[in-house]
């Protein structure tokens, strides 16, 4: 044991598990906190244009580093940054939400002080936060050490935000604290049940003619690519992934065939996953926007399904069965399913006879051909939801590149605030964001951010004149889908009083070329790039899309 304030333990845990940035806005009732922050070597205060940047930040961050951590103050500053965190949720990202509230005889007193509605009521806000985390506390002097250490270990082990409030007057509170590093939790298997689905998993595995494995994105989540990868080339069976997996198997491996979204997938990728046998669905989501509104058409007899902690043989469920454990059983057993495989390189290879770069005006299918070549191994590719992030997903990703997008949450503006946290998380990579002109609307200011932190990612603007991707459902032409025209190089110029960035306007093929060109140049500085396209050019892909999801049955009332 030893002797050191709540803030400073708390502060420790977080550089135990890996957090060196922490986010958020000021605000008086965690200044104390914030004091520590700033004391504190090893971890680095960014603050924030607002606090629901902060929160979509601390998602990117999370993402690439495993964890993050977000402060706010009490009231204005959580409930503007719970979307931020209530999207980490549900995209299972590990977050701590850090939040300085009034003083313990504040509460208790049941002051009437600012940031409250002014009845003495101080639980509202932890309600709402309640709904979109895991594991919540309120520190005190006597339970800070064992509630931080709680708190934390939930949100490592379920992979999505947490929620601790820190009272003014408890930050500096001295409390003896656990010298020891903080032991985090992993999924764990019962091993009879790890057993019985082996053997269960191992006879589907024997008696099936065909293998395919169809990749989600708990795998990443819970960052077991390397066991992924082991069992996919022992199978040595097709691999897909949805789009909210994208690249979490290498898109350059002879295995790899796609991505699957049911109807609107390649009809390669369709027959090779439905068609099937046996399907391995490691970490998946079936989720409207990943699946072509609900079109797969998979049988769950034939699936072997696993999770973070459970799997499935068919209609057989094995609960306290870990995916790590399940992944290391299923590559053990021996299998081996060698298929002709015509992985996604090789169609592309075969399926498109390049054009050279022309003077014509610039549209959707050239500017992704283009795209396409500027993309290197290892670069971070963030993609607003939208055009930017199913024209992005029918690309084939070069070796060791991350693809970040929210499909499931789909929180226009949220790409931005997170490429900053994308950025401080993995600072030797290079950065690329897609972002719509409506998205970039809703949380432009964080570009100042990017500029104030000296960070050089090239940033990609489409301009479309408006919510494209709300156009290809409903409403092409209504005056509800058009948004302000902004000069969006004099924007940059705003934020950019120390002269950090370039900016280039494509409108033709031969003017982005130019303008990739010049990214390529000017790595140490912040690259925007506006290309623009007529309003409903769209991939096709998200065209189809929209139509589906403009005759959802989840979209309209029922007919009586």
Known sequence: MGV?????????????????????????YQLEFLDQVEAMDGIDWVGNCNELNAAYAADGYGRLNGIAALVTTFGVGELSALNGVAGAYAESVPVVSIVGTPATFVVEGKQK?????????????????????????????????????????????????????????????????????????????????????AGRARDALRAARSVAVLVGPEVDRYHLTGQLMELAERIACPVACLSNAKGVFP?????????????????????????????????????????????????????????????????????????????????????????????????????????????????????????QAFLEPG?????????????????????????????????IGYTLPALLGTMLAAPGRRHILLIGDGSFQLTAQELSTLLRNGLHPVIILINNDGYTVERCILGADASYNNIATWRYDRLV????????????????????????????????????VEAVMERLDAPE????????????????????
Not at 10 to 24: A, K, M
Not at 513 to 519: G, K, L, P, R, V
Not at 541 to 549: C, P, Q, Y
């Open 251 to 371: 898109e350059d491996h002879d295995q790899f065939i796609g991505g699957y979204a049911g109807k609107l997938s390649d009809a390669y990728v369709r027959e090779s996953i439905e068609n099937a046998d046996c399907l391995l669905a490691l970490g998946t989501q079936f989720t409207d926007s990943v699946t072509g509104g609900f079109s797969q058409n998979i049988d769950p007899s034939r699936v072997i399904a696993l999770h973070p902690t459970g799997a499935a043989v068919g209609n057989t469920q094995y609960a306290h069965v870990s995916m790590k454990d399940a992944l290391l059983a299923l590559a053990g057993t021996g299998v081996h399913k060698p298929s002709a495989i015509a992985s996604l390189l090789q169609r592309r290879a075969r399926g498109q006879a390049y054009e050279p770069v022309r003077s014509a005006r610039l549209v959707q299918e050239r500017f992704w051909e283009q795209f």
């Open 379 to 411: 670069d971070v590719v963030i993609a607003d939801q939208g055009t930017a992030y199913y024209g992005c997903a029918e690309l084939p990703l070069p070796h060791d590149c991350t693809f970040v997008g929210q499909p499931l949450w789909g929180s």
């Open 113 to 197: 002080v600012h940031h409250t509605a002014g009845d003495g009521d101080f639980t509202r806000a932890a309600k709402c936060a309640g709904e979109y985390t895991v594991a919540q506390a309120i520190l005190t002097r006597d339970n800070a050490a064992s509630e931080i250490d709680r708190v934390l270990r939930f949100c490592w082990l379920l992979k999505r935000p947490v929620y601790i409030m820190v009272p003014s007057d408890v930050a500096y509170e001295t409390i003896e604290a656990p010298a020891d590093p903080l032991a985090l939790l992993e999924p764990s298997s019962d091993p009879r049940k790890l057993e019985k689905f």
């Open 4 to 28: 050191c304030t709540v803030g400073d333990y708390l502060l420790r845990r977080l550089q135990e598990i890996g957090v060196r940035h922490v986010f958020g806005v000021p605000g008086d």
């Open 493 to 528: 110029e705003a934020f950019d009083p120390q002269d950090l960035a370039v900016t280039a306007k494509a409108n033709t093929e031969d003017t982005l070329a130019a303008a990739f060109a010049a990214a390529r140049s000017n790595r140490d500085r912040l690259v925007f």
């Open 541 to 560: 892909s998200l065209v189809k899309l929209g139509k589906a999801f403009a005759t959802a049955d989840y979209h309209h009332a029922p007919v009586s």
